[in-house]
């Protein structure tokens, strides 16, 4: 059982920055691939970037050229660098640590509030 832990949301102006970081209780270096996904308000939760294993990130079209996901498997943690923040990226932002025989893991969010 791996349990995930967000921080770093907060409140932000838009063109801002802020690094979410995700912080597993065990070991990440198992996990095929670690991704964090986003819900606003009425909305679906969505993917927004993950990396696998050996690193290979892909990103939502919509935060493409802004955001960066990283992960140091050395301290059991995935960050989330979001650049150029738009009102548009207000949302619980989620943790997801997804292995391929375990299954998906989650955090419990946390709030990012994009001020125009």
């Known amino acids: 059982q791996v349990q995930l832990v967000e921080s770093g949301g907060g409140l932000v102006q838009a063109g801002g920055s802020l690094r979410l970081s995700c912080a597993a209780s065990g070991s990440i270096s198992s996990m095929s691939v670690m991704a964090w996904y986003r819900q606003a308000p009425g909305k679906q939760r969505e993917l927004v970037a993950s990396?696998?294993?050996?690193?290979?990130?892909n990103y939502a079209n919509s935060v493409k050229g802004r955001f960066t996901i990283s992960r140091d498997n050395g301290k059991n943690t995935v960050y989330l660098q979001m650049n150029s923040l738009k009102p548009e990226d207000t949302a619980v932002y989620y943790c997801?640590?997804?292995?391929?025989?375990?299954?998906?893991?989650w955090g419990q969010g946390t709030q990012v509030t994009v001020s125009s």
């Open positions: 997801n640590a997804h292995h391929s025989l375990l299954g998906d893991y």
């Open positions: 990396i696998t294993r050996f690193a290979i990130a």
